[in-house]
C-alpha cells in the first residue's frame, strides 16, 4: 500500500486527535502515579497552625495546607462576626493544636485515597511525636469524628477518642464552659437538682420557695429549648458533638423539671392551708384585742366614773368644812358683837362707886352712923343676867 492511499485511508485530523487522546492518557497515567506516591505518606515541617483543624507544611521546599482527616474542630469566629455554636471553643482547639504542633516540627502525612479537603486544602494524618495529632485534638474534645471517614480503618480510633473525652468532661463535653450543650444545660440542673426540701412554716416562707422553684422551673424550661436547635443526625458541629447527648440530658432535664413542678404544686397547695390558718389566727387575734380594748374601755368607764364619785364626796366634804368654818365664823363673830354689845353696857350704866360719889355725903354724927351698906338686890339680880350670858357664851 502507497503512502498515498494510507493517507486517503487515515485522514490528517484523525491522526491529531489520536495522538492528542494518546498524550493526555499519558498524562492521567504520570499525575495518577504522582498522586499514588503522595497518597502513601510523606514527611513535612509544619510552618505554621491557622485552626483547630488546618495547619500549614512545607514539603520538598513547596507550602501544603492540609486539613486533619476524619475530624471537624471549632474555628475561631471571624473578626467582627458573633460567634455561634460552631464557634464553640475555636480558640482553644487552635490553642491546642499549636500546642502540639509548633513551627519547625517534623511530621509524617497519611493521605487517603481521596485526600481532597476543603478549600482546596489536603486530608491527611497527622503524625508526631508517636502519636496521631487528628486523635489527640478529638480526645482533648476540641474535635469530633466525621461520620463518614476518609480512612475507615482510623473512623474507630476517632469514636473511641471521642468517647474518652465525653468521659472525662473535657472541651466541647465540659459543663462549664457557657457554649457547650452540657454547660448550657447545666445551670439549669444544679438550680433544680439544689433546690431546698419544702417545709414552711408561713404563708410568707412558702411564697419564697414558690419564687425559687419558679425560676428554677422557668430557667429549666429556657435550658429545654437548647435541644430543639440540634438535628441528631446532622453534620454540624453541635450534631457531631452533642447528638449523641441528646437523650440523655433530655432525659436528666426533664427529671428534674418534673420533681420541681411536683415540689412547686406541693408548695402551693401547703402556702394555701397556711394562709387560711394565719387568717384565722389573725381573726382570732383581733377579736381577743376586740375584747381586751372593750374590756380596757370598761374599765377605764368604772376608773372615771370612781373618780368621778370620789371628785363629788372631796366636794361635799370641802362645801361642808366651808359651811362649819363659815359657822364658825358667825359664831366667833355674834360673840364679838355679845361681847361688845355687854362692854357698852357696861360703861353705861354707873358702878356703886361712881353713885355713892355723886351724891352728897351729910356730916356724921356721933349718933347717926349708919352701918356699913350690903349691896342691894337689885344690883346682883342686874348682874346676874350678864354673868350668866358670859358663862354660856363661854
Same mark, same amino acid.
Given at each position: 500500500?502507497?503512502?498515498?492511499?494510507?493517507?486517503?485511508?487515515?485522514?490528517?485530523?484523525?491522526?491529531?486527535?489520536?495522538?492528542?487522546?494518546?498524550?493526555?492518557?499519558?498524562?492521567?497515567?504520570?499525575?495518577?502515579?504522582?498522586?499514588?506516591?503522595?497518597?502513601?505518606?510523606?514527611?513535612?515541617?509544619?510552618?505554621?497552625?491557622?485552626?483547630?483543624?488546618?495547619?500549614?507544611?512545607?514539603?520538598?521546599?513547596?507550602?501544603?495546607?492540609?486539613?486533619?482527616?476524619?475530624?471537624?474542630?471549632?474555628?475561631?469566629?471571624?473578626?467582627?462576626?458573633?460567634?455561634?455554636?460552631?464557634?464553640?471553643?475555636?480558640?482553644?482547639?487552635?490553642?491546642?493544636?499549636?500546642?502540639?504542633?509548633?513551627?519547625?516540627?517534623?511530621?509524617r502525612l497519611e493521605y487517603p485515597d481521596d485526600a481532597d479537603?476543603?478549600?482546596?486544602?489536603?486530608?491527611?494524618?497527622?503524625?508526631?511525636?508517636?502519636?496521631?495529632?487528628?486523635?489527640?485534638?478529638?480526645?482533648?474534645?476540641?474535635?469530633?469524628?466525621?461520620?463518614?471517614?476518609?480512612?475507615?480503618?482510623?473512623?474507630?480510633?476517632?469514636r473511641e477518642a471521642q468517647e474518652t473525652a465525653r468521659t472525662?468532661?473535657?472541651?466541647?463535653?465540659?459543663?462549664?464552659?457557657?457554649?457547650?450543650?452540657?454547660?448550657?444545660?447545666?445551670?439549669?440542673?444544679?438550680?433544680?437538682?439544689?433546690?431546698?426540701?419544702?417545709?414552711?412554716?408561713?404563708?410568707?416562707?412558702?411564697?419564697?420557695?414558690?419564687?425559687?422553684?419558679?425560676?428554677?422551673?422557668?430557667?429549666?424550661?429556657?435550658?429545654?429549648?437548647?435541644?430543639?436547635?440540634?438535628?441528631?443526625?446532622?453534620?454540624?458541629?453541635?450534631?457531631?458533638?452533642?447528638?449523641?447527648d441528646l437523650p440523655r440530658m433530655q432525659d436528666r432535664l426533664?427529671?428534674?423539671?418534673?420533681?420541681?413542678?411536683?415540689?412547686?404544686?406541693?408548695?402551693?397547695?401547703?402556702?394555701?392551708?397556711?394562709?387560711?390558718?394565719? !387568717?384565722? /389566727? @389573725?381573726? &382570732?387575734? #383581733? =377579736?381577743? $384585742?376586740?375584747?381586751?380594748? +372593750?374590756?380596757?374601755? %370598761?374599765? *377605764?368607764?368604772?376608773?372615771?366614773?370612781?373618780?368621778?364619785?370620789?371628785?363629788? !364626796?372631796? /366636794? @361635799?366634804? &370641802?362645801? #361642808? =368644812?366651808? $359651811?362649819?368654818?363659815?359657822? +364658825?365664823?358667825?359664831? %366667833?363673830? *355674834?360673840?364679838?358683837?355679845?361681847?361688845?354689845?355687854?362692854?357698852?353696857?357696861?360703861?353705861?350704866?354707873?358702878?356703886?362707886? #361712881?353713885?355713892?360719889?355723886?351724891?352728897?355725903?351729910?356730916?356724921?354724927?356721933?349718933?347717926?352712923?349708919?352701918?356699913?351698906?350690903?349691896?342691894?338686890?337689885?344690883?346682883?339680880?342686874?348682874?346676874?343676867?350678864?354673868?350668866?350670858?358670859?358663862?354660856?357664851?363661854?
Open positions: 500500500m502507497t503512502e498515498q492511499q494510507t493517507a486517503r485511508r487515515f485522514p490528517v485530523p484523525a491522526i491529531i486527535a489520536f495522538v492528542l487522546v494518546a498524550a493526555l492518557l499519558l498524562t492521567l497515567a504520570v499525575l495518577s502515579t504522582i498522586k499514588s506516591v503522595r497518597t502513601a505518606a510523606s514527611d513535612a515541617t509544619v510552618v505554621r497552625v491557622q485552626d483547630g483543624q488546618t495547619i500549614v507544611v512545607n514539603r520538598d521546599g513547596t507550602e501544603e495546607t492540609v486539613t486533619l482527616a476524619g475530624v471537624l474542630a471549632p474555628v475561631p469566629a471571624g473578626e467582627g462576626k458573633e460567634p455561634t455554636v460552631e464557634n464553640c471553643l475555636g480558640e482553644e482547639s487552635t490553642a491546642n493544636l499549636s500546642g502540639l504542633l509548633e513551627p519547625g516540627d517534623t511530621v479537603g476543603p478549600r482546596g486544602t489536603r486530608l491527611a494524618l497527622v503524625h508526631h511525636g508517636g502519636r496521631t495529632t487528628n486523635t489527640q485534638q478529638v480526645e482533648a474534645g476540641l474535635a469530633v469524628p466525621l461520620r463518614e471517614q476518609p480512612m475507615e480503618h482510623f473512623g474507630t480510633e476517632l472525662e468532661g473535657g472541651g466541647l463535653y465540659s459543663p462549664g464552659e457557657p457554649c457547650t450543650l452540657a454547660g448550657r444545660i447545666a445551670p439549669a440542673l444544679t438550680v433544680l437538682q439544689d433546690l431546698p426540701e419544702a417545709h414552711p412554716d408561713s404563708s410568707g416562707t412558702a411564697d419564697t420557695q414558690i419564687e425559687a422553684v419558679e425560676a428554677a422551673v422557668e430557667e429549666g424550661i429556657s435550658a429545654e429549648k437548647v435541644f430543639a436547635t440540634i438535628d441528631p443526625e446532622g453534620s454540624s458541629l453541635a450534631s457531631l458533638a452533642w447528638g449523641q426533664n427529671g428534674a423539671l418534673s420533681s420541681a413542678q411536683s415540689d412547686l404544686d406541693s408548695l402551693r397547695s401547703t402556702r394555701d392551708v397556711l394562709l387560711t390558718r394565719e !387568717r384565722e /389566727e @389573725q381573726a &382570732r387575734k #383581733e =377579736e381577743e $384585742a376586740r375584747k381586751a380594748a +372593750a374590756a380596757a374601755a %370598761a374599765e *377605764a368607764e368604772r376608773q372615771r366614773q370612781e373618780a368621778a364619785a370620789a371628785a363629788q !364626796r372631796a /366636794e @361635799q366634804q &370641802r362645801q #361642808e =368644812e366651808a $359651811a362649819q368654818r363659815q359657822r +364658825a365664823q358667825e359664831s %366667833a363673830k *355674834a360673840k364679838e358683837s355679845a361681847e361688845a354689845k355687854e362692854s357698852a353696857k357696861a360703861e353705861e350704866s354707873p358702878t356703886p362707886e #361712881e353713885s355713892e360719889s355723886a351724891s352728897p355725903t351729910p356730916s356724921p354724927t356721933p349718933s347717926s352712923t349708919p352701918p356699913p351698906s350690903s349691896p342691894s338686890p337689885s344690883s346682883e339680880s342686874a348682874s346676874s343676867p350678864d354673868d350668866s350670858e358670859s358663862e354660856s357664851e363661854g
